[in-house]
């Protein structure tokens, strides 16, 4: 079974400063996604970034960005320029390509910027 | 805005009752995903539906049961509900049944049960 472990339950950092979330992730399986789910005070979740396991590359968004290394296992999320409005819960989420496609979410990362 | 609708927002209901949870995906998406965010779980994979018919089955009580209707539209029902049953239950959707998409989530429905 798949598990995705987010070892940090509550961080800070100023605003503007730079942040990296981590998250680590069990499977044996080769080829799946990796997500990170911001959820605000509104409690929506809202996509921030996905990367494709079968891709070298780290995903990048504007301000966020991965560093995915495949062979530890290992998602972090790296927050540039932090904001005020990126203080959120972030859950990290593993899925598999082939047959079931629900997703694992880690425990989630609560992170607050300071102004 | 994700493009998937929920109703209700919010349901206070009590013990024993039966509830009835609403979510309509986004436009062409064909995959439903119901998932139960509580404080001591976290988030859990509930079940998914893809057009019409049930495709994974996760961590669901004998006591829920869903279903997707032909225009796509998904209703999630709990029955016999426990104080423990208080969460936020949220919908998601993506394009296909074994689709890498990407599931876009819903608003939720926060259930309180006294």
């Known amino acids: 079974a798949q598990t995705v472990t987010q070892s940090q339950p509550e961080m800070s950092v100023q605003e503007a400063e730079t942040v990296t979330l981590s998250c680590t992730y069990d499977?044996?399986?080769?080829?799946?996604?990796l997500f990170w789910y911001k959820q605000p005070p509104s409690r929506q979740m809202i996509l921030v970034i996905r990367?494709?396991?079968?891709?070298?590359q780290n995903a990048t968004e504007n301000r966020f960005s991965v560093n995915f290394q495949k062979a530890a296992k290992s998602f972090s999320l790296k927050i540039s320029d932090s904001q005020l409005g990126d203080t959120a819960m972030y859950f990290c989420?593993?899925?598999?390509?082939?047959?079931?496609?629900?997703?694992?979410f880690g425990a989630g990362t609560r992170l607050t910027v300071k102004p | 805005d994700s493009g998937v609708t929920q109703t209700p927002k919010h349901l206070i209901t009590a013990t024993g009752q039966r509830v009835t949870l609403r979510c309509s995906p986004r436009?062409?998406?064909?995959?439903v995903y119901w998932y139960q965010q509580s404080l001591d779980q976290g988030l859990q994979f509930l079940i998914q539906?893809?057009?019409?018919?049930?495709?994974a089955k996760g961590n669901i009580l004998e006591r829920f049961s869903a279903q997707q209707f032909p225009d796509l539209h998904s209703e999630l029902n709990l029955s016999s509900l426990e104080l423990g049953d208080s969460a936020l239950y949220f919908c998601?959707?993506?394009?296909?049944?074994?689709?890498?998409?990407?599931?876009?989530f819903g608003p939720g429905t926060r259930l309180t049960v006294l």
């Open positions: 998601a959707s993506s394009g296909g049944a074994g689709s890498t998409d990407t599931q876009y």
């Open positions: 499977t044996s399986e080769n080829n799946y996604y």
């Open positions: 990367q494709e396991a079968y891709k070298q």
């Open positions: 989420a593993f899925m598999r390509i082939y047959n079931n496609n629900d997703m694992r």
């Open positions: 436009s062409g998406d064909l995959s």
């Open positions: 539906y893809y057009n019409g018919e049930e495709r």
